[in-house]
Structure formats: structure tokens, C-alpha cells
């Protein structure tokens, strides 16, 4: 049986979602509830980062603001790292 997933935080991943607008910071919650669930549920649009964020994948906070975390395995527990989160443009200069 695999053990729930451990989530983590960088400080700047922190830092960055304090700095958001509320409702970045609350919108935030739900895909990380449907990651637990169902991490390439199509509305994440979860999807792996190539260039300097190579390693990283990405999925939809809102329209605009995307998460960026790693996912690893301890023995059979998940362990999800968020490192950044920002709006399109500010992560991707896009």
C-alpha cells in the first residue's frame, strides 16, 4: 500500500505564494487537492519544464499563475516539492 504523498515548500516557493493576491493564495488549494487525486487530470494541464527549468513540471493555479514543483519517491512515499509560483509571464518571461 502507498503512503500519502509528503508535500513541501521551498522558502522562495513560500515567499512567492505570500506575495500573491488572495486569491492565488486560496485558488491555489484546489489543484493541489486534485494533484493528490488525479495528478494529470486535464484542467492541471500538468506538464514537464525543459530549458532552466528542466526537471520541474507545471500545472494551472488560474488562468494566468502556474505552480512549479518536483515530484521524487522516498521508498514508496511521493514526495512533491513546490519551487516557484508566479504568473506566466514573471516564471517563463513570456
Not at 19 to 37: G, I, N
Not at 64 to 84: M, P
Request: no cysteine; charged share 25%.
Amino acid at each position: 500500500m502507498k503512503s500519502e504523498p509528503r508535500i513541501e515548500y521551498t522558502p522562495l516557493f513560500t515567499k512567492q505564494r505570500k506575495a500573491a493576491p488572495v486569491e492565488v493564495k486560496e485558488a491555489f488549494l484546489e489543484p493541489l487537492r486534485v494533484y493528490l487525486v488525479a495528478p494529470h487530470h486535464p484542467a492541471l494541464r500538468n506538464h514537464p519544464l525543459h530549458g532552466k527549468y528542466a526537471g520541474l513540471q507545471s500545472i494551472d493555479v488560474t488562468e494566468d499563475y502556474r505552480a512549479l514543483f518536483r515530484e521524487t519517491y522516498k521508498g514508496d512515499q511521493a514526495v512533491i516539492v513546490f519551487h516557484l509560483i508566479g504568473t506566466h509571464k514573471e516564471l517563463y518571461g513570456l
